[in-house]
């Protein structure tokens, strides 16, 4: 049976048509490859061991010859032994002068070494007095080792602490995973798979609080800075190092890890920007102009336990900021002057400066002039803000940092729980901007591209944008209804327009008469420079059709039905162009969703308009004749006639379907470049694609179906004279290769017609190579299969395996196979006619030579026949009156029931599947149109196009298209 169902589901079905050779075709279809996507990545937070890592930068003298510098290992193993890091920057904020030096003591205060140390460090003990000097870490009480106190404050409120064991070598991610079992959400202490994502989801943070009664034992306990520990830190050796001043305490707290890195960014922001007694000299924190986007650090709100403590809490955390401030004003007074001099620069530059003063006490005003006197980048694109949102917030200048740009809204604090949401270089805080709106891409080479997201509202020089489209020096480019940019591109230099596209009207030039009232205010050029531009498109090569949403319709359906009715001089696979035109239209110029419905509508038309070819053809060619009415074989001739039509819908069909196939595949590609591909829009446009190219694929299959079965079915009647004609008449000589048909036999030149005629066909309406292959690899296993089961079944009735009938179907074979390969089809007819070969050589051995094998030897030399037919053939072989085949013929007893059970016959259904081809299609659309029957059916489509946009308008503002004028 040849149906053209397909195996799967979802796009409806041709009717069957019933094959007596059993055909059957799969039609695998074919998946777009993937992109693999790239998901935005959250921001990672580093975290620094200690507050003295600042102070690593600074030079230090050389150690005293009889230092030992060790590792940290080494120097808690040796109780703290004097000559680490840590014990040197300790001891730098004791208040005695005369600290007691040990074995590593240089660089002290008080000792000798001390003048190797800091100049700066002479006020240190001036400046902290009062605070009680610490011992050294040498006579410091040591906890006992292996017991560390871990608080669950991250797991439940009021949670208590668990006891954890710990050593020296115990990094904090052990001790995680040691705590979460103690707290019952964790496995076994060993780790798996599981019990590591549970770890990867925790941290260990060192915290430092009081409580808030005062005092170490009573009240509630209130953390005052947050740290979190790296997985390989030590955290007993953080806890013996690193002490608390008095009146402060430590303890480790186990927190979700993203909750421990907001917390730590919070009590960081709010320590830079807003913290207690924080330098009044120090510059606000700047905004970046380049990209304005990432993760701003939030300012501590109330309740947040950031603040710093009433009372003496609040007078010992200034003291703390004094003593670090106090190194860096040794050279104030210069950085000082420094800093007025920019300042009257600027006030020198600002407008209306010259009547202004600014005193002392304005300290940002330096800054907010600074941030207003802004010099554009040399090597950078960047946008220029001309209209923004809010004032305080919107910058002048946006920059473009990477090659691609993305403008979006920020994600609000009730959306940061839900999905990852793209990446966004700008972020544009408008309600009408979208989290991702709008993509910009500015490579090396101009000109740069923008992209709208889906249902982003954005503009491009007045006009509203759709659709990917150039950008250049110059443009305007208007997002959402607030925000309106220029965009300007330093490296083109001056090779950006001369005048830019949106200006109403060419400076100094006078209106072009009348016509100027009717003229483009957008584009300033007038009524006759834009007819003799949309003559020029009317009549012009270019491979452009362009049409309104309304007109696709109509289009749509004169182009199908110009190419069934086969009127006017089309190239073969001119249909598919111009459809691809229209897909290519759809794709760059109207909306997102409005391709996934035009490929749907533009599918089922081609498949209405095939079912309709299959209907008529059908009805000439019935299956089932009138009794009486011998029925007539289809000739060559007939047979091409009646397939041409469904042989140009397969090939138009299959190059259309690549083309559909490319354009999906650049939608995927953008929607992984926005981080859309999540997006159920998306989804559901890649969804109404797919059940398109699902029926064209069926429109394939139908169409090579219907083909080889009328094919086949002309083989059928003529197949036989292979095995019957005797190629050696009186007076004849064999053809040599590559004869012309006229040359061959007359047995087989029906067979041969029937090959030429599938041949010419494929030609002329330019199938796809892989298509001709298939279909002729479907004709040659049809005539393999069919003359074998002739062969078997002539063997049984009457003496037909003589030496004499072989050697002339041998004959037969060989001039078929020498015309196959004067054609250029000896591969594929050599490979499917293999089994015919074999068993023709065989009967061709003479008689002596074949008495003398054995079933053995047989098996080994004919390995494509099967025992059945291999005993089919020796048992009915004509050897002489009253000769009976030897004993050695016979199988042995393992192959026995193989021979009785074995069917002698060739099965129709063991053919190979169709595979529809892979790659670009061969449609041409680039350049201009030099085929002259396509450019004159494309004239005609245009001004079908302009006489339907001209009836929707009054009658008396209708006119005919324009004519150009000649130069």
């Given amino acids: 049976m040849l149906s053209g169902e397909r195996k799967e589901g979802g796009s409806p079905r041709f009717g069957k048509l019933h094959l007596p050779v059993g055909l059957w075709i799969n039609s695998p279809r074919k998946q777009l490859a993937k992109l693999g996507r790239r998901w935005p990545s959250a ?27 060790r590792r940290v290992g080494a120097v808690k193993a040796a ?78 409120s ?44 925790f941290a260990l943070c060192d915290a430092l609080g009081r409580p808030a009664a005062g005092g170490a034992g009573g009240g509630e306990w209130r953390a005052e800075h947050l740290r979190v520990l790296g997985d390989w830190e030590r955290p007993l050796l953080v806890q013996e190092l690193w002490r608390a001043r008095p009146g402060w305490a430590r303890r480790f707290e186990l927190r979700g890890r993203e909750e421990a890195l907001r917390l730590e960014q919070e009590a960081f922001g709010a320590a830079d920007g807003k913290g207690t007694g924080a330098p009044s000299w120090r510059p606000q924190k700047s905004r970046s102009r380049a990209a304005s986007g990432g993760a701003a650090l939030a300012s501590p709100g109330p309740g947040s336990g950031s603040g710093a403590p009433a009372g003496s809490g609040g007078k010992e955390r200034s003291e703390n900021l004094s003593l670090r401030r106090s190194v860096s004003e040794l050279n104030l007074q210069g950085r000082r002057r420094r800093q007025q001099e920019r300042r009257q620069q600027a006030l020198s530059m600002a407008p209306g400066a010259a009547d202004a003063q600014m005193g002392p006490g304005d300290p940002g005003d330096l800054d907010q002039l600074s941030q207003c006197l802004i010099q554009a980048p040399s ?63 500015a490579g090396p080479e101009p000109p740069a591209v923008v992209r709208p997201s889906r249902g982003a509202p954005v503009t491009h020089n007045g006009c509203l944008l759709l659709r990917e489209a150039e950008l250049h020096p110059g443009d305007l480019l208007g997002l959402g209804e607030h925000f309106l940019f220029m965009y300007k ?17 060419r400076p100094g030039a006078t209106p072009p008469g009348l016509g100027w009232a009717f003229s483009c205010r957008l584009c300033g050029r007038g009524l006759q420079e834009r007819g003799e531009a949309l003559a020029a498109y009317l009549d012009g090569r270019e491979p452009v059709l362009r049409f309104r949403p309304c007109e696709e319709e109509a289009l749509l359906g004169e182009i199908v039905r110009a190419a069934a009715s086969g009127a006017g001089a089309l190239p073969p ?23 996934p419905r035009m490929l749907g509508r533009l599918a089922r038309l081609i498949k209405e308009v095939v079912w309709e070819k299959i209907k008529e053809i059908g009805d000439r060619q019935p299956e089932n004749h009138t009794e009486g009415v011998p029925e007539v074989p289809l000739t060559p001739e007939a047979v091409s006639v009646e397939l041409r039509p469904l042989m140009l819908w397969m090939a138009n069909t299959t190059e259309l379907l690549s083309f559909v196939q490319e354009k999906v595949l650049e939608m995927e590609k953008e929607a992984d470049q926005d981080g859309l591909s999540s997006d159920p829009q998306l989804c559901n446009d890649l969804e109404l694609c797919d059940e398109a190219m699902a029926l064209l694929d069926e429109v394939i299959m139908c169409t090579f179906q219907q083909s080889v079965y009328y ?3 002309t083989l059928y009647s003529t197949l036989p004279a292979l095995l019957d004609s005797n190629p050696f008449t009186a007076g004849a000589e064999l053809p040599g290769p590559g004869s012309e048909l006229g040359a061959m036999p007359p047995g087989l030149k029906p067979t041969l017609g029937v090959f030429q005629a599938a041949l010419e066909l494929t030609s002329q309406c330019e199938l796809h190579p892989d298509l001709v292959s298939q279909t002729f690899g479907y004709l040659f296993f049809f005539s393999n299969a069919s003359l074998l089961n002739s062969l078997m079944e002539r063997g049984q009735s009457r003496p037909f395996y003589q030496w004499s009938r072989a050697v002339q179907i041998r004959t037969n074979l060989d001039l078929v196979l020498d015309w196959l390969q004067g054609a250029g089809l000896a591969d594929i007819a050599t490979e499917f006619f293999r089994k015919l070969s074999i068993a ?90 030099t085929d002259d029957a396509l450019h004159c059916e494309l004239r005609r489509l245009r001004h079908l196009l302009w006489d339907l946009e001209q009836q929707e308008l009054p009658a008396n503002h209708r006119h005919g298209p324009p004519v150009s004028t000649p130069p």
């Avoid at 032994?81 to 014990?87: E, Q």
């Avoid at 591109?489 to 009207?505: E, I, Q, T, Y």
């Fill in 379 to 441: 090597n950078h694109p960047y946008f220029l803000l001309l209209q923004g949102y809010q004032d305080a917030q919107d910058f002048v200048v946006y920059v473009m940092t990477r090659e691609q740009h993305v403008f979006g809204r920020g994600r609000t604090p009730s959306s940061c729980s839900g999905s990852p949401a793209p990446y966004v270089d700008t972020f544009l805080n408008a309600p009408d901007i979208l989290p991702c709106h709008c993509t910009v891409r």
């Fill in 573 to 595: 696979l001119g249909p598919a162009t111009l459809l691809a035109l229209c897909v290519q239209h759809s794709a760059r110029e109207l909306e997102l969703g409005h391709l």
């Fill in 158 to 201: 009021g949670t208590n602490y668990k006891s954890v064991l710990a050593t020296a070598r115990s990094t904090a991610r052990e001790l995680v995973a040691e705590a979460l079992e103690r707290y019952g959400l964790a496995g076994s202490a060993g780790g798996g798979p599981g019990e590591s994502s549970c770890v990867d989801a």
């Fill in 43 to 69: 921001a990672s937070v580093k975290s620094s061991s200690s507050d003295t890592g600042s102070r690593s930068s600074e030079p230090m003298a050389p150690p005293p010859p009889h230092v030992e510098l």
């Fill in 840 to 929: 023709v050589n065989l009967l061709c051995v003479p008689r002596t030579s074949l008495l003398k094998a054995s079933w053995s030897s047989l098996r080994t030399d004919y390995p494509t026949l099967t025992p059945a037919q291999l005993h089919h053939l020796l048992s009915h072989y004509q050897l002489g009156p009253g000769l009976r085949p030897p004993p050695a013929w016979d199988p042995p007893p393992a192959e026995r029931d193989v021979v009785a059970t074995g069917d002698i016959f060739e099965s129709f259904s063991s053919h190979p599947p169709l595979i529809l081809p892979l790659g670009s299609p061969r449609l041409r659309l680039t350049g201009p149109v």
């Fill in 79 to 156: 109780g703290g032994a004097s000559g680490s890091r840590a014990k040197r920057i300790s001891q730098l904020f004791r208040g005695s002068g005369t600290g007691a030096s040990g074995a590593g003591g240089a660089g002290v205060p008080g000792t000798p070494g001390a003048a190797q140390r800091w100049a700066s460090e002479k006020k240190l003990p001036e400046l902290a007095a009062g605070v009680a000097p610490e011992p050294p870490l040498a006579t410091r009480p040591t906890a006992p080792p292996g017991v560390l106190k871990i608080f669950g404050a991250g797991l439940a």
């Fill in 489 to 505: 591109d330093p490296r083109a230099g001056g090779s950006g327009p001369v005048r830019p596209p949106w200006l109403p009207a």
């Fill in 711 to 713: 094919l086949t079915k």
